[in-house]
């Protein structure tokens, strides 16, 4: 091996460790899927990429969703995976890169691998832990650099893409059992305490880029009262639906969480309060408009909710815990103004809140 092979093995092995540390500090799932794709991309010099994953709260069935980077979709198929799929077993056997005519030569007829086809794949790279696929990672068209014709994947570029699948799939498992372990099985909302965590790195970010993000707090109004008439799986039923409707009209990148009891609390980033306003005000229109029905019976449902801004101008101070704070006193000036509204954080307003406080005590 020349000298300058063994640099570039030494300077990958370098990046390689450096990513290894990057992926297990990232609990968001999209997050890393996203890193890992691009990552893809730039050291095995493809146009495009895009993962095959199970859904946090799925089993069965890898999906690939958003997780997709420059690769051309049929909008008429459905991008969907079984587990027990023979191109995952073959997949499994194989475990490693392979392209689709290898495939081919496994499973020559396999609808599942029409799929992966369709997307025109250069390379498929499976992500194995423990001897179980947990990711597909399809690499695109490769980028032709100083006059090459030859676009094939070399030995070490198997290698190396191999070994990035293997960190990934450590890392993919880990987010995953975060994701699980994070999650309220009965409204599929994230826990306060993964909020508070996504919502500090969020805020750090902010600073970091002089940015903007809002918060949002909403409560369920008279929820006891229905707790009361119609019983408590009434309740959950109620709890369920509301977080859905929230869980719809949020973004990917923004977070939307159980707070506790009836109380739901959003991260919003990139937006304004005026902006986060607008998105507050539709989701409690669409839930107070929502056709609410349990065991036959019709149920008029309405939120409150209140808005708070966060940036490096405005209260770069404030801690997770105070902004959110923040909101939540917003929402109870939407409780006791009457219920079904929204109010944004005005500092005049916090101001006269603090001052009526201070009174108190």
């Not at 997949?91 to 081919?104: D, E, F, K, M």
């Not at 499973?107 to 990711?135: A, H, M, W, Y």
């Not at 609410?292 to 209260?315: C, D, H, L, P, R």
């Amino acid at each position: 091996m020349s000298e300058a092979s063994q640099e570039k093995e030494i300077f990958d092995l370098e990046q390689t460790l450096n990513l290894f540390r990057s992926l297990c500090t990232t609990i968001e799932l999209p997050k890393l899927i996203q890193s890992i794709l691009y990552t893809s991309m730039a050291q095995m010099r493809v146009t495009g990429a895009g993962m095959l994953t199970m859904g946090t709260l799925e089993s069965g069935c890898f999906r690939l969703g958003t997780n997709v980077v420059n690769l051309e979709q049929n909008p008429v198929i459905k991008y969907m995976i079984p587990t027990k799929s023979p191109l995952v077993s073959t997949l499994t056997s194989l475990a490693g890169p392979v392209t689709v005519a290898q495939l081919r030569d496994k499973i020559p007829v396999c609808k599942d691998l029409d799929t992966i086809e369709s997307l025109q794949p250069t390379l498929v790279v499976p992500l194995i832990f423990r001897r179980r696929v947990n990711g597909i990672l399809l690499l695109g068209e490769r980028i032709v650099i100083e006059d090459k014709d030859d676009l094939s994947y070399s030995d070490y570029e198997k290698k190396q893409i191999a070994m990035l699948a293997n960190l990934g799939a450590i890392a993919v498992n880990n987010a995953s059992l975060v994701e699980i372990s994070s999650t309220d099985m009965m409204t599929h909302l994230k826990y306060k305490y993964y909020f508070y965590n996504i919502l500090s790195d969020r805020m750090e970010s902010t600073l970091n880029s002089n940015g903007i993000l809002s918060v949002v707090m909403f409560d369920i109004d008279f929820f006891k009262k229905v707790n009361d008439t119609y019983g408590h799986n009434c309740g959950d039923y109620i709890l369920a639906s509301v977080a859905s409707i929230i869980k719809k009209s949020i973004r990917g990148k923004d977070l939307a969480a159980r707070y506790g009891g009836e109380e739901f609390t959003l991260l919003l980033s990139g937006e304004s309060g005026r902006n986060a306003c607008r998105v507050a005000e539709r989701i409690r229109k669409m839930v107070e408009n929502h056709s609410f029905e349990y065991q036959g019976q019709k149920i008029s449902i309405t939120i409150s909710g209140g808005v708070a801004e966060f940036s490096s101008e405005i209260n770069s101070f404030l801690s997770p815990e105070e902004l959110v704070d923040v909101a939540d006193k917003a929402l109870y000036v939407s409780k006791n103004k009457g219920r079904n509204q929204i109010t944004f954080a005005f500092p005049a307003l916090m101001a006269a809140l603090d001052s009526e406080q201070s009174a108190e005590d």
